[in-house]
């Protein structure tokens, strides 16, 4: 079973930032697999957030581009999500995911990780 730590979660006015942080187990291919960031708030459908590809291609959500930025550092195996310009309608649970996607598709074989919580304050 392929395990995902997230970390970088934490409490911040409107109008700041966080990193979030995710690293897969170690028998886990990060350059091979599409990593993503989704997010859940309660009463609502997890969405997805960030997503980027085995080539590096990101892609991102209407309601954060601009702000997020999603990045891959492949010697430390970490993915990271660098969250600028929080609105309190950012605040959710934060989850790393990996699996199998080819561009513009569905995902596969998902793994989740255990959830970071993000709360923005107006």
């Known amino acids: 079973q392929v395990q995902l730590v997230e970390s970088g979660g934490g409490s911040v006015q409107a109008g700041g930032s966080l990193r979030l942080s995710c690293v897969p187990s170690a028998e886990y291919t990060l350059t091979r697999n599409c990593m993503g960031w989704f997010r859940e708030a309660p009463g609502k459908e997890r969405e997805e957030v960030a997503a980027?590809?085995?080539?590096?291609?990101?892609v991102y959500a209407d309601s954060v581009k601009g702000r997020f930025t999603m990045s891959r550092d492949n010697a430390k195996r970490t993915v990271y999500l660098q969250m600028n310009s929080l609105k309190t309608e950012d605040s959710a649970m934060y989850y790393c995911?990996?699996?199998?996607?080819?561009?513009?598709?569905?995902?596969?074989?998902?793994?989740w990780g255990q959830g970071t919580q993000v709360t923005v304050s107006s």
């Open positions: 980027i590809y085995t080539g590096g291609t990101t």
């Open positions: 995911a990996a699996g199998h996607r080819s561009y513009g598709g569905s995902w596969s074989d998902r793994y």
